[in-house]
């Protein structure tokens, strides 16, 4: 059996693709990846964002079947309507912005006590405080730029995940609206088997 020859245009054209261009894309979905992991394994310096925001309204919660549920005796926590740049109505903040946190032991103690642990995270406003964590308002095509294409997209809905931690973004206009954060009990596998957690503020 004869060889059919490569067309000498073909071999011209593999010849001066740069080597590089590849390179870089792949670079950059690594980079993408790398945003991501750093962003959903450490979203917000818990104990420096209370200090800066203060006490705030807070109460015990019942426990979500989705969350991720340590090894240890305890609770699940809220706190809402921390000081911020918000100039919603009382209301509207109670309800926009809330940190679910698992408290270790029977007692919640103290508003800066370290005895607990980050669980989830919910905001409809854009707040400096949050760092990298500030994603409301930002627009979607600079979200996709910056993790890449998401685990899921469901009618406005982008959802990304690194092993069991997520995070959904609630879109429209082209802009983010909401976002939660949340460590769930097991990770995400199925795109179409989404957690109830992360299809809704």
Not at 28 to 56: C, M, N, V, W, Y
Not at 73 to 87: D, T
Not at 131 to 144: A, F, P, T
Request: proline share 6%; no cysteine.
């Amino acid at each position: 059996m004869t060889m059919r020859p490569v067309p000498i245009l073909l071999l011209l054209i593999l010849w001066t693709l740069p080597a590089p261009l590849l390179a870089n894309e792949h670079d950059r979905t690594d980079r993408q990846q790398a945003t991501l992991s750093a962003l959903l394994l450490a979203p917000i310096d818990l104990p420096e964002f209370k200090r800066i925001k203060g006490p705030s309204n807070s109460s015990v919660m019942h426990a979500n079947r989705d969350f991720y549920k340590p090894d240890r005796e305890g609770f699940y926590y809220w706190y809402a309507l921390f000081k911020g740049p918000s100039k919603q109505s009382e209301s509207k903040r109670l309800r926009g912005f809330r940190l679910i946190v698992y408290k270790y032991g029977t007692e919640a103690g103290d508003f800066y006590d370290r005895n607990e642990e980050l669980i989830a995270i919910k905001s409809r406003f854009s707040d400096p405080h949050l760092g990298k964590l500030n994603l409301v308002g930002v627009s979607v095509d600079s979200i996709r730029k910056r993790f890449g294409a998401p685990f899921a997209a469901i009618d406005g809905l982008l959802i990304y995940h690194d092993n069991s931690h997520a995070l959904s973004l609630g879109s429209a206009n082209g802009s983010v609206k909401w976002f939660k954060y949340v460590r769930l009990h097991q990770s995400l596998v199925d795109a179409d088997n989404i957690p109830a957690a992360l299809l809704k503020f």
